[in-house]
């Protein structure tokens, strides 16, 4: 199928195309043609809109599609389709299923179950074996299969020998250990975050502090080792200092954040809403102000949407009780273009394309005549009432729902596919 873009803004900074208004044609899964204006035959697929934009596709480089185990949660199709909605041509998932995405099986199920669709679904593999923390996992045999990255998830590597190791053993191919910051021992009991809002509402408290030993320790690592590391949900005034500070020493470190923590603070707890329960949790208003702060000055790479589904029983409990985690892939550019007005569309498509794509090693994504098809379509100045009919995930745990959203994705082109 032929498929013909009509006067859309091309947004790709290291494209010679950056910045115009042109048609782009795209045959057999590739860009044919770009041009101020392209006849199209009666077979074509045309794509047009008022404020049309373009991109290279989008990554996003941590999400949960539950598969295999809790397929009732998401499976690998409905989260590949809840991504395509979002805008993203790349998702990297995470290990936390059931088994595990620990071994080169493991791996191979998820890239045979998802091949040639709209989305690459990406697996990261587990740093050690069952996600247990205590040897390390067949890391060589995945990365040989496909695996993009090596992370315990959810569940972050709490042994400083462990992750000595892991980092000691990606060096052999250039790989990067993906950490959530969180020093188990200190914040297992919390709820929410610590602070004044903790205490008001009786609730036990994860204190900062357990963010911030566990960057401290795994820079210093990443540090001796020389090695890459990627921190992922970083959500501290100080964690986002002592990455800068680590970043202007030379150590090979990369961050991401995601966007509930740039929206939300802990003093949107006080209603005990369960879908803002997630780890790390909500922070203070000055710590938000301080993420938001380094994503403009370039100290975040990247966003990472956490993408967490969970099912009705897992949320309508009790606070204490329910589960962390909130969907996030379908309402991630809305809710950003939300809380940073001000950050240019360059920089969006920089922290939504090409750096993750950079650090972690992926197939770059292109506007350029010869080049991949993998494109993102979106309407950057749109807004619109976040519903639970814009929710494509089989879960529908999202505080967006009935929020007013600006920037809306239309569609993405992959693979020979448009959805």
Known sequence: MDIL?????????????????????IKNGLIADIAGNIAADSQTHIIEGKNLHVSGGWA??????????????????????????????????VPNTQPALHTKTQIEYVLSKSRNGVVNVLPIGAITKNLEG?????MYEMRQTGAVAFSDGYKPVQSSGILLKALQYVKAFNGTVIQ??????????GLMHEGIYSTQLGMPGKPAIAEE????????LAKYTDSNIHFTGVSTRQAIALIAEAKAAGVKVTCSVTPYHLLFTDADMVQYNSFLKVNPPLRSQDDVEALRKAV?????????????????????????????????????????RNVLPDLGLDKFVEMLSSNPRRIFGLEAATIAKGAKADITCFEPDEAYTFTAADIHSRSKNSPYIGKELKGKVVCVINNQQIL
């Open 134 to 138: 205590a040897s390390l996992a067949e």
């Open 213 to 220: 030993i566990m960057i401290r320790r795994d820079l210093e």
């Open 296 to 336: 403009k000055e370039g100290v975040v790479d990247c966003f990472a949407t956490h993408h967490q589904p969970q099912d009705w029983d897992a949320k309508e409990v009790e606070f204490e009780y329910a589960k962390n985690g909130m969907i996030g892939l379908e309402s991630c550019f809305g809710a950003l």
């Open 180 to 189: 959530v910051p969180d020093d188990t021992s200190i914040s297992a009991h």
């Open 60 to 93: 996003d480089v941590f999400a949960h599609f539950c598969d295999p185990g809790q397929e009732y949660k998401e499976d690998l199709s409905t989260g590949a389709i809840a991504a395509a909605k979002g805008g993203f041509t790349a998702v990297m998932i």
């Open 5 to 25: 873009l009509k006067s859309v803004r091309i947004v790709a900074p290291l494209s010679p195309f950056h910045g115009q208004t042109q048609d782009i044609l």
